[in-house]
């Protein structure tokens, strides 16, 4: 009995590496981001179509833990003359994100995004409620927005 014991807890550790690297040869060893447009499009309908996108989930870890509440956080690039258009129906303010992609999950960013951006945002655009929360700023010289996201889709 004992040495099945044994045997059973070598066999579980060896599928953590088997594990691991299957992960790392699907993402890619120097990509620890997400590239998908469609959550997005779902998480902020107002910015519309999105033509590429760079964004992590802080439930995408190598933690083994689920985290309990959603934070996505990263950058999309807007289609041509979104930007413009959000412009022209809200009201922006030249303002910078606080922080510098301060949690665990978001590591894989800094260093990202556009070169000497110029962020802009609109309070209107921005939304803050019990359990939820989306900040965007955009850039309009790349036409990036750079988002940050509590529960986005609910």
């Not at 594990?19 to 779902?42: C, F, I, K, Q, S």
């Not at 009201?91 to 556009?114: I, T, Y």
């Not at 962020?119 to 019990?130: I, P």
């Not at 359990?131 to 940050?148: A, E, I, P």
């Amino acid at each position: 009995m004992e040495r099945r014991k044994v045997i059973g807890i070598g066999a579980g550790l060896a599928v953590l590496p088997v594990w691991w690297v299957l992960r790392w040869a699907v993402n890619g060893a120097d990509e620890d981001w997400r590239t998908e447009t469609e959550p997005l499009g779902r998480a902020f309908p107002v910015l519309g179509q999105l033509t590429d996108a760079k964004w992590v989930s802080s439930r995408d870890n190598d933690r083994g833990l689920p985290s309990p509440e959603l934070v996505i956080s990263g950058f999309a690039r807007l289609a041509p003359g979104k930007l413009a258009e959000l412009t022209a129906a809200h009201a922006f303010v030249s303002e910078g994100p606080a922080d510098d992609f301060s949690s665990w999950f978001e590591k894989p960013l800094k260093g990202e995004g556009p070169e000497d951006p110029q962020w802009v945002r609109s309070d209107e655009l921005d939304r803050d409620g019990s359990g939820y929360s989306t900040n965007l700023w955009f850039d309009r010289r790349s036409d990036t927005v750079r988002f940050r996201a509590l529960n986005p889709y609910g």
